[in-house]
């Protein structure tokens, strides 16, 4: 069973920042792929960015390509997810989410609010 923990979430101006991240619970971290998705009111949940076991990869919603950031650092098994130049618009809960490789099994965080708002 893997746990994943979010934090860093919370009210933010527009055209401010925010650091999420998110701690797992397993001692084989690299071995897990690593998402977030968000999920507004009344909105299906969306991708937002994902990172490969390594880190070496990256991939993101277009939505948000040139202000945020996902990064890992397996040593501490955390992913984070950087978010600059926020909008109204990236007001949602966010989610944490681990593949793991060779696997279809994932898992997800139990999700942290962010909210833009002047």
């Known amino acids: 069973q893997v746990q994943l923990a979010e934090s860093g979430g919370g009210l933010a101006q527009p055209g401010g920042s925010l650091r999420l991240s998110c701690v797992s619970s397993v001692s084989t971290f690299s071995n897990y792929a690593m998402n977030w998705y968000r999920q507004a009111p009344g909105k299906e949940r969306e991708l937002v960015a994902h990172i490969s076991y390594s880190g070496d990869r990256t991939n993101y919603a277009d939505s948000v390509k040139g202000r945020f950031t996902i990064s890992r650092d397996n040593t501490e098994r955390t992913v984070y997810l950087q978010m600059d130049n926020l909008k109204p618009e990236d007001t949602a809960m966010y989610y944490c989410?681990?593949?793991?490789?060779?696997?279809?099994?994932?898992?997800w965080g139990e999700g942290i609010q962010v909210t833009v708002s002047s």
């Open positions: 989410n681990a593949k793991r490789r060779f696997s279809s099994s994932d898992w």
